[in-house]
């Protein structure tokens, strides 16, 4: 069974730091882009950071300077190092990977993990 799963969330003071971690597993034959996405109550799901296999990354603006994104290849693993985290960054985070396995190329989706930032 392919599943991406997600740990790191929590509940952190504004200006303080967290890092999610994601890792893909199963029978899986290669992993394309991944990417982490956040959606907040109320809110639509929108695009945090994504990483190519070769490393590049794009960034959403909000986030810019106080978040990277990065991976282990040899892990499956997409990673965000979250710095000077604000209210607004209060959501729950999706971790999101391309994976080609049995069938096909398929975008699969973590189970989510809060984030929450006081102020």
């Known amino acids: 069974q392919v599943q991406l799963v997600e740990s790191g969330g929590g509940l952190v003071q504004a200006g303080g730091s967290l890092r999610l971690s994601c890792a893909a597993s199963?029978?899986?034959?290669?992993?394309?882009?991944m990417g982490w996405y956040r959606q907040a109550p109320g809110k639509q799901r929108e695009l945090v950071a994504r990483i190519s296999p070769g490393g590049t990354t794009n960034y959403a603006d909000s986030v810019k300077g106080r978040f990277t994104i990065s991976r282990d290849n040899a892990k499956n693993t997409v990673y965000l190092q979250m710095n000077s985290l604000k209210a607004e960054d209060t959501a729950v985070y999706f971790c999101?990977?391309?994976?080609?396995?049995?069938?096909?190329?398929?975008?699969?989706w973590g189970q989510g993990t809060q984030v929450t930032v006081s102020s």
């Open positions: 999101n990977a391309l994976l080609t396995v049995v069938g096909g190329d398929f975008d699969y």
């Open positions: 199963g029978n899986i034959y290669r992993v394309d882009a």
